[in-house]
């Protein structure tokens, strides 16, 4: 025992700083570290650099982007597009295989359920939330911040008025340190311009995601528009079409989507323990639709788009896995909290670490019944989400404002409604196998003495009662969902839609574990990470960057490869890498658009690059930015080692990859022929 | 970190029995405790009782089992015999699925790959093997031991001789703290006489497994022959058709496949973060037959057996998964090691704590390609498994007996060979799924750029290559497979049958690994847990029970429930809660036959009870044995805490499962109309 303690003993005092290393760190614009980046690049990051940069960055759902000309043209990835051209599509016209051109912007087509957002204004709101639960216990205190935050929102929605609307959103930073209010402009008309063939975009595919080198042209032009007419967007960014230089200091402007940094170990354990059931009901969905698409043509077009997502979704947890299975990496976590929790002196009953650690363990208890039933990864489709929103939308509506499910709270009904009724293909087929699956792993996992199970089983078997409601539901058609969100709670009472009876038969269940989750696991872990963040300024200044959480972020680094297994790999890769990778079979063939194009083409042309910057998922779409404001890349992935990134930051590893623009510049002027899009990018 | 490390101390110092606790334990007939068992329970447990007892325990492929009359029939578990089952079913008749009765024993049916072993000899040869090592590096003894084993083996072989032949295996107990010599007769003409329908075998399928209460007819019979006639077993056990008491002692005597209490801490880590890899893949694999299975019922027929046992692998794994992520349970192995290590006093350079922790992480380091390609995940299938024991035959069988690849020795070939040339369908399409899943899967996780990888897919996809595999290959042909046997390495060079082709192109690497897997490894683990074991012993004496090697173990215990979540579990289930368990679906759906014989069945008899002996896999089909050396039931399952008995004993809550013989009894006379075998069985 002696001998294990010293060991373990000795590993604690391994220096590991706390703060920011290297170019660590995804910065909000109001606490950018301008002073280091000029001592260490000699760049000048000035206030109206960084206005003009924030106000040429986009919000996708789920992803980045920004504004590259005067006329709302905003670039971004072809994987944040694939959904709107899996939309697009039909058994006779595969946009998402075969790509997109508008001939001109009259043809730029409606993604159905796309948003672009720009951040106008960042608000402290701390003080006036933490007024709002003064005194109160932990519960409590969840229940009035909820309310107080939808007050905030909602006040300030009302102030921008409906002459310049806003969308106005709160944010928790710090895992509940601080409170902010974040107004965004909200363009809810973005049309596709350009997207190549899926082919390029995602060349290599899934055995290619996260690896580098790498020759994938993963781009997709949009258009804002407003009334109908492209929007202005004075604050563009000029596209570099050179690229940057090895080294060369440059910046990433997005949204990433979330990490968990400032986790404690007990949360990263309870967080490792729950991931393998994640992944172990995606892969078998994954088996599912690969089994599927052996049907022919058309079974694997249905499922091409969120085969890829689930593929992608996959590799991130088994990575995350991975990292939260090395011992060497949590020993550094566990040093790195012992010394905050030290120098905090927070030890008692209230320790906010061990009520961090009651609440985890709580959360591992109800994780199951949390996701199956209020995650529904137990009714998992379309048509049930469809069906959930119905049924809450009918019950919550009605109530104030500050008392609904946060979801339906004004502000958002918007998108609620644009994502519900829009009018996209959905599946039989894929909803047969999504939500067979569900009830089977539904059955398995809470067992099936669990009176929901009984109560949807009695009788029946989960590929039966499936393919019954599929079959049986008339939520496929628009226009019976647009009735049913007008008529609200009558209308929902009213109707024998099997899928919406589902929905309305385990909604009590679903709402009272979503209750014990916000009452045992969020409330105290907000509560007691408002105590950690206190310490943590106190202790290490306030020279700290907070955990993503999908808001804008910059970040700075270079343009540079890695060591790998001692070996060197270097920044750019180039477009004969590609014809050599190329096999003729999915998906390491290349289109034929290219294959044509190969005598047209200079083969030594950048195709893609890696660089430092500290990114992650929901940066996707961000541009690469020069000292000058430039675009000289496009960031669309990150290597294998930047998938731990959701927990440390690897510096000798971590690197993110973007698109090279001579790479864009090619495919636009010799590939594709998109003439109009050159010349708006200011190509000849 | 101090209050971290105080919390850590402390939790060392719980009291953790680190010998046998309640009545854990699978002991070795050479070293039962038969004095405990005297004191705690007053049955005496004599020589001639453990003679007879361990004459009458059988061991089949992965299953035990146990002679019940003296005319050689054998009871098992209904899933002990249905790969048999699947083998000799058709399109035209499901054997599985409909169940089996002999008319008489002229129509019990030859299982194609069914052995039955009988247990006759136990010998310690720990001094032996060591002196053959003595003096060697870890490497160099790690070749000398497997050396010395097979000779060993051969020459008890060779003694035995041709009258009364013997199969005479090496056995390493403790971690390698021990080497035994247990010799065996064979039977390898075994029959089918009775199993009755899948749907009442497995009644609840997965969802119930590992589950208690529970209703499972998970019996089968079957005959042991030579020279074409039923063997005599004089030493059979008796069925008990009554049952025992709730309380009653009771022995389980089997062979329990493989636990890992005695991994040292690193091992256990190195194997949670390896579990993952392989639930993934089996997941997808799930999926993948589970979607197959909608084309249609002769679709679910080919996958049913197979996808059977990837849900039980699944849900052990799983579970075993949960387990290793326990922070409590792990911590307690941790307290228990440290006090072995304080007590053995051997750090320093070849501490063999570290020394494991060295290997360990080697092994983690080699898993992805040792699974791949020496355990061949990545080639995943029948078709590949005969080409690469035709390969590798046709190579070793020319070599010295103690040179070649253990699997390939003398005493292991007549099994090799009836596995081979066994006359058993093989399914393309079966084939074809699990072959493309290797694929794919090989190419993802070593990557694209893999110089195996490269050569497989230069010019083709996964799925096309394993079509193309499947389609051409002949060795689905038993009579193929014999003329390559036989025709040895002139045949296997001359064929340009593509899976041949294909796995004589792989094995270079393949054993490469395997070699790195041994000498890196194994090597390395072996030496070390022999200081380990001798540690062991000096601190804890010799009343210590080896991990599981399914070998013949013998446990006591008593039938009993246990507590969950606040209320007791009964240790006896009904046959009326089967109907009303039944909802018409499967797999909660009782065959016709049950269905019919409703009324002529008492619904009070006893159906399935549970004990808290100490079982894990393997045991299945092990006969649970009153203190008269009778049978009063025969275990199929344990419940869901048994899972973590791999690597701990929670007395509290682990549990076996078993079939009570008064349900047999009403099967057999009341249900199946099995009058002969009822007869032999003492049942008028």
Same mark, same amino acid.
């Given at each position: 025992m002696t001998d294990r303690l010293q060991r373990l003993l000795a590993s604690l005092l391994i220096s590991v700083p706390v703060a920011a290393a290297a170019d660590e760190g995804m910065w909000t614009f109001d606490n950018f570290p301008a002073a280091a980046v000029k001592q260490k690049y000699g760049v000048d990051v000035t206030p109206p650099w960084l206005d003009r940069v924030r106000l040429a960055t986009v919000r996708l759902g789920g992803c980045s982007a920004s504004f590259v000309s005067p006329d709302g043209l905003i670039l971004t990835n072809h994987h944040c597009v694939s959904a709107c051209l899996a939309q697009l599509?039909?058994?006779?016209?595969?946009?998402?295989?075969?790509?997109?051109?508008?001939?001109?912007?009259?043809?730029?087509?409606?993604?159905?359920?796309?948003?672009?957002?720009?951040?106008?204004?960042?608000?402290?709101?701390?003080?006036?939330?933490?007024?709002?639960?003064?005194g109160m216990d932990d519960q409590a205190a969840g229940e009035a911040r909820k309310r107080a935050l939808t007050k905030i929102e909602q006040a300030c929605e009302q102030a921008a008025g409906s002459q310049d609307p806003r969308r106005c959103e709160s944010v928790k930073l710090y895992k509940g340190g601080q409170y902010f209010l974040y107004q965004y402009k909200r363009f809810q008309d973005v049309r596709i311009a350009f997207a190549p063939e899926a082919a390029i975009a995602a060349f290599g595919g899934d055995p290619d995601n996260f690896q580098f080198p790498r020759w994938c042209l993963d781009m997709a032009l949009l258009r804002a528009y407003e009334n109908g007419k492209p929007v202005k967007s004075p604050d563009f960014l000029r596209i570099n079409w050179e690229g940057p230089a090895e080294r060369e200091p440059v910046f990433v402007s997005g949204h990433p989507g979330s990490t968990d940094r400032l986790m404690t170990v007990a949360q990263l354990e309870a967080l490792r323990a729950s991931i393998p059931q994640w992944l172990l009901r995606s892969a078998e969905l994954r088996g599912r639709y690969i089994q599927f698409a052996q049907g022919g043509a058309e079974n694997a077009r249905i499922v091409a788009d969120p085969l890829t997502n689930l593929e992608n979704g996959i590799k991130v947890r088994r990575k995350q896995l991975d990292a939260l299975l090395d011992g060497t990496m949590m020993a550094k976590k566990a040093q790195s909290e012992a010394d905050l929790r030290a120098r905090a002196g927070l030890a008692g009953e209230r320790d906010p670490w061990e009520q961090t650690a009651v609440a985890a363990r709580r959360s591992l208890e109800i994780s199951l019944p949390y996701s199956y039933l209020e995650s529904a990864a137990g009714f998992n489709g379309t048509l049930f989400s469809h069906a959930r929103t119905l049924v809450?939308?009918?019950?919550?509506?009605?109530?104030?404002?500050?008392? *609904? #499910? /946060? +979801?339906?709270?004004?502000?958002?009904? $918007? &998108? @609620?409604?644009?994502?519900?009724?829009?009018?996209?293909?959905?599946?039989?087929?894929?909803?047969?196998?999504?939500?067979?699956?569900?009830?089977? *792993? #539904? /059955? +398995?996992?809470?067992?099936?003495?669990? $009176? &929901? @199970?009984?109560?949807?089983l009695r009788s029946t078997s989960p590929e039966a009662l499936a393919a019954e409601l599929v079959a049986k539901t008339r939520l496929g058609d628009t226009a019976y969902r647009r009735q049913l969100w007008e008529g609200g709670a009558a209308a929902i009472a009213a109707t024998d839609d099997p899928m919406i009876r589902l929905a309305a038969a385990v909604d009590a269940e679903a709402r009272a574990i979503r209750k014990r989750y916000e009452d045992e696991v969020e409330a105290p872990i907000d509560a007691a990470a408002e105590r950690i963040a206190a310490a943590r300024f106190a202790a290490y200044g306030t020279s700290l960057y907070p955990d993503a959480t999908f808001t804008l972020r910059l970040n700075y680094g270079t343009v540079r490869g890695w060591e790998e297994g001692g070996q060197a790999v270097p920044p750019f890769t180039r477009l004969a890498g590609a014809f050599q990778r190329h096999t003729g079979a999915d998906p390491f063939r290349l289109p034929d658009s290219w294959l044509e194009a190969r005598e047209r083409l200079d083969l030594q042309t950048k195709f893609n690059l890696s660089t430092d910057n500290d990114i992650v998922g929901g940066n996707s779409g961000s541009a690469l930015i020069n000292a000058q404001g430039e675009v000289v890349g496009l960031i669309f992935d990150g290597n294998i080692h930047s998938i731990s990134g959701s927990y440390w930051f690897e510096p000798a590893r971590n690197r993110s990859v973007a698109v090279h623009p001579a790479i864009m510049r090619a495919a636009l002027t010799h590939v594709y022929d998109a003439t109009a899009l050159a010349g708006e990018l200011g190509l000849r």
């Open positions: 599509s039909s058994a006779e016209q595969d946009r998402l295989k075969d790509g997109f051109l508008a001939g001109a912007r009259e043809q730029e087509l409606r993604c159905p359920t796309q948003t672009a957002d720009v951040l106008m204004g960042i608000e402290d709101i701390t003080a006036k939330v933490n007024a709002a639960t003064q809450r939308a009918a019950a919550e509506r009605p109530k104030p404002n500050d008392e *609904r #499910l /946060r +979801e339906f709270r004004d502000s958002a009904l $918007p &998108l @609620v409604e644009q994502h519900l009724l829009a009018a996209v293909p959905i599946y039989p087929e894929r909803e047969e196998i999504t939500m067979s699956l569900g009830f089977m *792993r #539904l /059955r +398995e996992l809470l067992g099936p003495d669990h $009176p &929901l @199970v009984v109560r949807l």
